[in-house]
């Protein structure tokens, strides 16, 4: 598979992490299963009509154009023949302001964006009339600006700096510092963070935690494993290799064995 990644334009960075484009290797390429893995981050995804469908768990097919909140349990996805995939990696409190949906709706599921009145049909119309990855990605910016000129509720400037503190140390942070940073009680600061995120600040901080110990696996900065986990404040190996369970479905060892290098700057697929 081939990978690449750009960078979203200043007025969505507050918005958007990057865009990127996926593509099978060709026509004559097996065609291998990919796993979804939690990132902490939502995103909206593009499979233009002349690619493979690609199923999910249960077999169902992903639909052309999809918004997914976030992910905490991985999951297989089966690609069905040679695909093409176009998206954009949210930041994480980006979806009330862009799409109008409070973000639990969307934790650990997806919805069909073109069948959204605010800002589906239009997107995937033109997205579709749109031939390339590289004539795409910039389509789906502006079509992303037009929602954000168009959105009615603002950013949560609070939430905003809680999760880019959780993801910049997710091992050393400390919530209740960032809660009183906020100046929020502890059950306004909850409520608050999971409408905008998704999930709760402590399992936020959990995934971010697994994410930074995966970013160092795949750099390989590493001797033993056990330094992995204790470079992120895991009690111990044992705790490290659960949280990979959890949020990857495979141990941090058999992750060295089956992670794909073309993928190494994709957070969320292994």
Known sequence: MHFQRFAPCSPLRPYVHYFWTLESAGLGSPTRPFRTIADGCPGLIFQPPTSAPILDPTGKRWPTLLLHGQTTQPGDMQPQGPFRLVGACLHPSAVPTLFQLPAPELTDTCVDLALLPATGP?????????????????????????????????????????????????????????RADCCLSERSFQRRFKHAVGITPQLFARICRFQASLHQLRAADYARLSEVAYAHAYADQSHHIRA??????????????QARPELGGFPALL
Request: cysteine-free; overall charge positive.
């Open 122 to 178: 239009a997107l995937a119309q033109l997205l579709q009339d749109t031939p390339t990855p590289t004539q795409q990605v910039p389509r789906l910016a502006a079509l992303l600006l037009a929602a954000l000129r168009s959105a009615r509720e603002p950013a949560d400037p609070g939430m905003v700096y809680a999760a880019e503190q959780i993801r910049a140390a997710p091992h050393q942070v400390s919530l209740a510092q960032v």
């Open 244 to 257: 990979f369970q959890e949020f990857a479905g495979v141990s941090p060892r058999q992750y060295r064995l």
